[in-house]
């Protein structure tokens, strides 16, 4: 018996691991099926992901991609709720660093159960270094994809932007949102049983689509070049050139000045320099509009290019005179010579001999009353509801573009129709399906033949000589339109000082591979003659050059 407290604590013991073995066999054997669905509910978390935005790409003739913009990984301060020890305490803290408010950090906390919450984005190496040595439980610094657009701000108004959620704001990256956007799909981690997440494993979710634009970037290039010399040579307030090819709709350039960076979009204090003014803008063209009063009446038969009537200066609508530029006199004239020296009489003779009902249907035929429809966000354009009450005052002065509105966009999409046989295209800047092309015939191809023979002589004898290439036939109208006190945001009726000076042209002319729309506003020389078209003459030598266009005379 000497031994028996030693055999009552085996005894003891061989219970006690029987009852042990007993409970685990149960746990593990008998009701493993539903232990392990309880620990995989408090280890497993799931939660909704997002895929990839799609890239945005432009190319050159050769079919060579540039990015316009795309993903990239930065570093960004988050906070983990769910593994928070000293809140207070850590949001003072990252407040001195992040150079945020408190108030801010502190509402991030708010959700319990959230593993990740952005506090900052894009934060430097300093303000990483400072997070990862302060050893802050439930803070850290981890990478996330941010837009970046790596050409800076070339063709910063086609491509637009994303904002701190990842949406599309204006341009492209607006318009085509829901085809870039990842789609959200179900992604699941674990974490381990001090409640810190290990890893995310699994995700439904799927990346969004590339998009490659019509743009070239050798010709986008040069016409951004082209403006920021005009802003130093001209002292243009604001500009816009726009380059198409008219038989497929393409645009292949569409620059505009002032611009901007899309990666430092927030820093802009003007918002309005988001706004692209090839779609969002509307103007008074001036006597660039005349091609078109000429391509209706001539489609009627009301006048031919010989057509002749006598100028005196000037044309009197009831208590209104209308006059010539400098008020010249020029006598007896033809159509063709209307549009060569661009004189305003000529314009209201030709809108009269077609008649009111005519012309206001082939304005809205050119499609001056409707939005182009590019695949471009934000397009506005005017009704023109002034116009349209009817007044004989109106019809005239609209005839030579003054007292009716519309986008440089709207322009390049009319003019097509006259460079194109008369079918007009429809303009489009992400590369689609040929078989897409959607064309309408608004004028003959007879008329529009017509009406690039008066553009050649317009730029071989006209006010457009600097347009000329040699070798090549040019067609082409100038405009010099005054500002109404309106649109400057003065409220008085009448004209400022102030101008927009543009020229329309494309060649070769009779075979033309690109149309070019120039508008500067407001440069420091009297008209157009001086400022849009050397401007045209250059990028069209270039872009003959660059594609290597064959001379056709």
Not at 494 to 505: E, N, R
Not at 528 to 551: G, N, T
Request: glycine residues 8%; charged residues 20%; aromatic residues 12%.
């Amino acid at each position: 018996m000497r031994y028996w407290r030693f055999h009552l604590v085996l005894f003891l013991l061989l219970c006690f691991g029987a009852i042990l073995g007993g409970r685990l066999a149960y746990l593990q054997i008998v009701n493993q099926g539903l232990y392990k669905a309880l620990a995989q509910g408090q280890q497993n978390v799931s939660a909704l992901t997002r895929g990839a935005r799609g890239a945005v790409f432009l190319q050159d003739k050769n079919g060579n991609l540039y990015t316009l913009a795309s993903n990239q990984k930065v570093p960004s301060a988050f906070v983990s709720p769910a593994e928070l020890k000293n809140p207070e305490d850590t949001a003072s803290k990252l407040a001195q660093i992040l150079q945020l408010e408190e108030e801010f950090i502190l509402s991030k906390f708010q959700n319990k159960d959230s593993f990740f919450e952005t506090l900052k984005k894009r934060i430097s190496e300093t303000e990483v270094q400072q997070i990862q040595d302060l050893k802050l439980a439930g803070a850290g610094v981890r990478q996330e994809q941010m837009r970046s657009y790596p050409q800076a701000s070339l063709a910063a108004h086609v491509i637009g932007f994303t904002n701190q959620d990842g949406e599309g704001q204006y341009g492209i990256e607006g318009y085509y949102d829901s085809k870039l956007a990842g789609k959200e799909g179900a992604g699941a981690g674990a974490r381990n049983p001090a409640n810190y997440l290990l890893a995310v494993f699994a995700s439904t979710s799927q990346n969004g689509e590339d998009i490659v634009l019509t743009l070239d970037y050798n010709i986008q290039s040069v016409a951004e070049q082209l403006l920021e010399k005009a802003e130093a040579n001209l002292d243009i307030e604001a500009g816009t050139i726009i380059v198409v090819d008219p038989v497929s709709g393409k645009i292949l350039a569409l620059a505009s000045t002032p611009s901007f960076d899309p990666n430092s979009y927030s820093t802009q204090i003007d918002l309005g320099v988001f706004q692209n003014p090839a779609i969002q803008k509307i103007y008074e063209p001036g006597s660039i509009f005349k091609a078109f009063t000429m391509a209706a009446a001539l489609n009627e038969g009301t006048i031919t290019p010989d057509t002749t009537y006598t100028d005196k200066g000037f044309v009197q609508i009831g208590a209104r005179k209308i006059t010539n530029y400098d008020h010249r006199v020029w006598g007896l004239r033809t159509m063709t010579e209307v549009l060569e020296y661009s004189i305003n009489t000529g314009a209201v003779f030709a809108a009269q001999q077609l008649g009111k009902e005519k012309f206001l249907e082939y304005i809205e035929k050119f499609g001056f009353f409707d939005p182009t429809n590019i695949d471009l966000a934000g397009e506005i354009f005017s009704r023109n509801a002034e116009f349209k009450k009817g007044y004989e005052i109106n019809f005239a002065t609209a005839s030579f573009g003054q007292g009716i509105e519309m986008t440089p966009m709207q322009i390049v999409k009319a003019f097509s129709a006259i460079a194109n046989n008369g079918q007009m295209t429809q303009p489009y800047i992400v590369e689609r399906d040929e078989g897409e092309k959607k064309q309408e015939q608004v004028i003959s191809p007879k008329t529009a033949t017509e009406v690039t023979e008066m553009l050649t002589n317009v730029v071989q004898n006209g006010y457009a000589k600097s347009a000329q290439i040699p070798g090549y036939y040019v067609a082409g109208k100038t405009g010099t339109a005054q500002i109404s006190w309106s649109a400057l945001g003065v409220a008085k009726s009448g004209y400022s000082d102030k101008t927009v000076q543009s020229f329309v042209g494309y060649a070769p002319a009779f075979d033309p591979k690109f149309l070019i729309l120039v508008k500067l506003d407001n440069p420091a020389t009297k008209t157009a003659e001086y400022s849009a078209v050397p401007i045209f003459h250059d990028l069209a030598k270039y872009i003959i050059d660059y594609y290597q266009i064959p001379p056709d005379y």
